[in-house]
């Protein structure tokens, strides 16, 4: 009996030469408007390696919960005028990694496509489901108790995740099960967001070269 290789779906003693390649899925933009200037690179079938400098402590550490847990790597480097407030980083930086996302994913070919994730962070859990269906929608589950983690305005969590959606097409849906700690449910649902986005844009094997959409496009 012949056996196949799980990874392509090909007999194991094809040729290498016959082994399904893929391109490399990275992506570089650069993003100016008269309050920011924002430049994000990341490459999807990374190890989690991550530089971030926004000038925001906090959105820099959530960026690297998305690398560390997402395996992308990820380089955002920013600056704006947080001397107004954190807003118009905050957004522009999730509208340029939402943009980096829908560019590196080409025409979505092979991906997996749907991804979710519960994530526990001491008391706190919080869930994540998405689909890079190409159609934006946020439904956002949040109740976080306190209005700053730090000097970090909390009402930014959903900005983010608005600016990103928008930009990387996606539907997503954040619900937050428990928790009382407002660092602990953001974080929560980074590292949420972050493992349920590994598992939609991984190669599917059995559908390699096709787009996971019964209408051939997305």
Request: hydrophobic share 40%; proline share 4%.
């Amino acid at each position: 009996m012949q056996t196949r290789d799980s990874r392509t779906n090909l007999p194991d003693n094809q040729p290498a030469s016959r082994q399904l390649e893929f391109p490399s899925r990275t992506a570089s933009v650069h993003r100016v408007t008269g309050e920011t200037n924002v430049q994000v690179s990341l490459n999807l079938d990374g190890q989690g390696s991550c530089i971030a400098k926004t000038g925001i402590p906090f959105l820099d550490h959530m960026l690297h919960q998305i690398s560390s847990h997402g395996l992308i790597d990820l380089d955002v480097q920013a600056t704006g005028d947080i001397e107004i407030d954190d807003h118009h980083t905050n957004e522009d930086v999730g509208i340029t990694l939402g943009q980096a996302l829908t560019k590196a994913l080409g025409d979505r070919k092979g991906i997996v496509r749907f991804g979710h994730f519960v994530a526990p962070l001491d008391e706190a859990l919080v869930q994540v489901s998405l689909d890079f269906s190409g159609r934006p929608h946020l439904s956002y589950g949040l109740q976080i108790p306190t209005e700053r983690v730090g000097t970090y305005d909390t009402q930014l969590v959903r900005e983010f995740f608005v600016a990103v959606v928008n930009h990387a097409q996606m539907t997503l849906h954040i619900r937050q099960l428990d928790g009382i700690n407002s660092h602990h449910i953001i974080e929560a649902t980074f590292k949420a967001f972050a493992r349920a986005m590994r598992m939609a844009v991984e190669i599917d094997p059995r559908r390699a070269q096709t787009i996971p959409s019964s209408k051939g496009v997305l």
